[in-house]
């Protein structure tokens, strides 16, 4: 009688060991070891269109302001209460970042987190991802940004246990970063990203 083997389980430790000398990134969850899969045209335009404007928007911002930056999904976050390492599409820390150990690639205080939703992973990015991104202290805000049609869902920190949940569709000019007292135009957010035919893009 044929037994399959129960999947390997690693530690934290052998997971960013592994990460330091793969070819793709993969995230940890719980013991295991998750690859990424690669984004398409219209999640890379947006990340990119993100980066461009929070690149001016908190330059300003830092002026009178605690500094703040953004980040790509380059930088690994770290969620202790779930022994879970992800990578988001972009993070903005207020502050200065605080690192895991001596590392300077996995930050433990995330400000801000932004998802470009895909068909594979947005019922996880809606559910259980956004349930361990609460666990962190310092998250205040969390985008979720889809990339077939012009829809985007804002989720605000209300309390220990509360989160304010908004919505924005095409008939909305600009999405309102409660945390930073941002706004950042939704046409920038999804310029030049080519939507199906079925799904034709409303900011013309």
């Known amino acids: 009688m044929l037994t399959t083997a129960p999947p390997r389980h690693y530690s934290p430790a052998e997971y960013?060991?592994?990460?330091?000398?793969?070819?793709?990134?993969s995230e940890y969850h719980n013991g295991e070891i998750i690859p990424m899969t690669g984004g398409s045209l219209n999640h890379n335009q947006i990340v990119i269109n993100l980066c461009a404007?929070?690149?001016t928007a908190l330059k300003q911002y830092s002026k009178t302001?605690?500094?703040?930056?953004?980040y790509t999904s380059d930088l690994r976050v770290l969620i202790p209460a779930h022994n879970r390492y992800t990578y988001p599409d972009l993070?903005?820390?207020?502050?200065?970042?605080?690192?895991?150990?001596?590392r300077t690639d996995t930050i433990l205080n995330p400000t801000l987190i932004l998802e470009v939703l895909s068909?594979?992973?947005q019922d996880y990015d809606r559910g259980d991802k956004f349930l361990f991104y609460r666990s962190i202290p310092?998250?205040?805000?969390?985008?979720?940004?889809?990339?077939?049609?012009i829809h985007l869902?804002?989720?605000?920190?209300?309390?220990d246990r509360n989160w304010n949940y908004r919505p924005y569709g095409p008939d909305e000019s600009a999405l309102s970063l409660t945390t930073l007292g941002l706004e950042l135009p939704i046409a920038e957010i999804y310029e030049d990203v080519m939507f199906d035919a079925a799904e034709p893009?409303?900011?013309?």
């Open 16 to 25: 960013l060991a592994q990460e330091e000398a793969a070819d793709f990134r």
């Open 53 to 55: 404007l929070f690149k």
């Open 65 to 70: 302001s605690t500094p703040a930056k953004a």
């Open 91 to 102: 993070v903005v820390i207020q502050g200065s970042p605080q690192f895991l150990d001596d």
């Open 119 to 121: 068909k594979s992973t």
């Open 138 to 149: 310092s998250l205040q805000e969390y985008i979720l940004i889809d990339q077939y049609k």
């Open 153 to 159: 869902e804002q989720f605000s920190k209300l309390d």
């Open 201 to 204: 893009s409303q900011l013309s």
